[in-house]
C-alpha cells in the first residue's frame, strides 16, 4: 500500500498555476475566473504564498502582501472541498502568520464573506471601523487620456524631487 503524505510549501516555483485556476473555480465563488497570467502577478508580488499538496495534487493556498513590520493581509485562502474539516484550513493561515515576513507584523488584515467565525476561531477580531476600499480599474477607465496623462506627469515629478 503506497503511503500519502500532506505537505506545505512556502516555494513559489513548486505551484502548478493551472491546478490553482481549478481549485479556485472549483472551491472559491470570490475567485472564479481568474486568469493564469493574473495569478502568477499576484504569487510574483505577495510574501509569503503557501501552498498545501497531497502528493501531486495541490489541495490548499494562501497569500499575503506585507511590509513585514506594520501591516499585513491575508489573501485567498482556499481549500479544496473534500479536505476540509479536518484543520487544514487553520494550519494553512498560522503557517501563512508564522512566517518570516509576517511574524513581526503588528497587525495582519484580511476580508472574509462567510467565514467570520472561522477566522475568529484562530484570534482574528472583527473590525468595522478600517473597511474602505477603492476600485482602482473602475476609476482609472472612467478618465479621459488626458487625466491620466497629467496624474502620471504630476506623479513623475514629484519622484524627481
Excluded at 2 to 23: A, G, H, N, P, W
Excluded at 57 to 78: E, N, Q
Excluded at 133 to 142: A, F, G, P, T
Aim: glycine content about 4%.
Amino acid at each position: 500500500m503506497k503511503e500519502t503524505y500532506i505537505q506545505f510549501s512556502d516555494r513559489k516555483s513548486d505551484i502548478d498555476l493551472v491546478q490553482l485556476q481549478q481549485l479556485f473555480d472549483l472551491a472559491a465563488f470570490w475567485a472564479k475566473d481568474r486568469t493564469v497570467e493574473d495569478l502568477r502577478t499576484a504569487i510574483q508580488h505577495s510574501e509569503p504564498v503557501i501552498t498545501v499538496w497531497h502528493d501531486s495534487r495541490l489541495i490548499g493556498f494562501a497569500r499575503a502582501t506585507s511590509d513585514g513590520i506594520y501591516r499585513a493581509t491575508i489573501w485567498d485562502v482556499v481549500v479544496h472541498p473534500e479536505y476540509r474539516r479536518i484543520g487544514l484550513g487553520s494550519k494553512l493561515v498560522e503557517t501563512v502568520i508564522s512566517h518570516p515576513h509576517m511574524c513581526r507584523v503588528e497587525r495582519v488584515y484580511l476580508m472574509t464573506t462567510h467565514h467570520a467565525q472561522f477566522y475568529e476561531k484562530i484570534g482574528f477580531q472583527s473590525n468595522s471601523t478600517t473597511t474602505m476600499v477603492l476600485y482602482n480599474r473602475e476609476n482609472l477607465s472612467s478618465l479621459s487620456n488626458p487625466e491620466i496623462m497629467e496624474l502620471e506627469e504630476i506623479a513623475s515629478s514629484k519622484s524627481q524631487r
